[in-house]
C-alpha cells in the first residue's frame, strides 16, 4: 500500500529529531496513521513537534518511525517544488520513502499525546503561566548570541528563566550577569493555545 506524505510536514518536524541518542525510538519521525488524518511527530527529549495533516486511511490505524538518517537523505533528494513523497509498505519490515529503502523496528515511540495538552487551560487568565511571542524570543536570542560573540542564528546561547504567573516576564542571561534581554508575556487578549487535535 502506498501513502502520500507531505515534505514540508516531515522537514518541520525533523529539526526536532534526535540525530544520535541512545533511545532509538526518538532518532527518527513518527508517522501516526489514524482515520482521518496522520500525525507526524518527532522529539529530541527536549523539544516535540507534532503535526497533523489531513489524511484518508483506509486501511487500519497504525504508525511507524521513519530513521532520521533515511529523513535526511529523502529531504536532500527532493525536487524543488515538489510537494509529498510517497511511502510504500513493501514486506518484512521494509519500507520504502520515496527511492530510499528502510526497514523499521517494533520499538515503540514515546507517548506523545500525554506531553501535548488539549485544552485551553494554557490561556492567559488569572494564574496561568506567562505566554510569549515567537518572534520576540528569537529576536532576543539573537541580541544575546551576538553580546556572547556567536553568529546571531546559533542555537541554545545563554539562558532562560520566567516566572509562573500570566503577566510574569522572560529573562535571558549570559550566565555571568552582564548580559541581560527581558522579554515580556503576551496580554491575556492575545491569541491564545487552543491544543492539538490528536
Known amino acids: ?35 482521518d488524518h496522520i500525525n507526524i511527530v518527532a522529539t ?58 528502510f526497514t523499521i523496528t517494533n520499538d515503540k515511540f514515546p507517548d506523545y499525546q500525554r506531553v501535548i495538552q488539549r485544552n485551553n487551560s494554557r490561556s492567559t487568565s488569572d494564574g496561568a503561566h506567562p505566554r510569549f511571542n515567537p518572534n520576540q524570543l528569537l529576536r532576543a536570542q539573537k541580541s544575546i548570541n551576538i553580546r556572547m560573540g556567536y553568529k546571531p542564528s546559533s542555537p541554545s546561547a545563554g539562558f532562560m528563566s520566567y516566572g509562573v504567573n500570566a503577566n510574569d516576564s522572560a529573562v535571558l542571561h549570559d550566565g555571568t550577569g552582564n548580559s541581560v534581554v527581558v522579554i515580556m508575556p503576551m496580554r491575556f487578549t492575545e491569541k491564545t493555545y487552543m491544543g492539538f487535535n490528536v
Open 1 to 35: 500500500m502506498s501513502y502520500s506524505i507531505n515534505i514540508n510536514t516531515i522537514r518541520a518536524a525533523h529539526f526536532c529529531a534526535a540525530s544520535k541518542d541512545v533511545r532509538q525510538t526518538i532518532n527518527g519521525v513518527l508517522l501516526d496513521f489514524k482515520n
Open 44 to 101: 529530541d527529549g527536549h523539544l516535540l513537534a507534532a503535526y497533523r495533516d489531513e489524511y484518508i486511511n483506509t486501511g487500519e490505524e497504525f504508525s511507524i518511525i521513519i530513521p532520521i538518517d533515511v529523513v535526511k537523505l529523502m529531504l536532500k533528494m527532493v525536487v524543488k517544488g515538489q510537494e509529498c513523497i510517497e511511502l510504500e509498505e513493501l514486506d518484512d519490515n521494509w519500507w520504502q520513502l520515496g527511492d530510499i529503502k
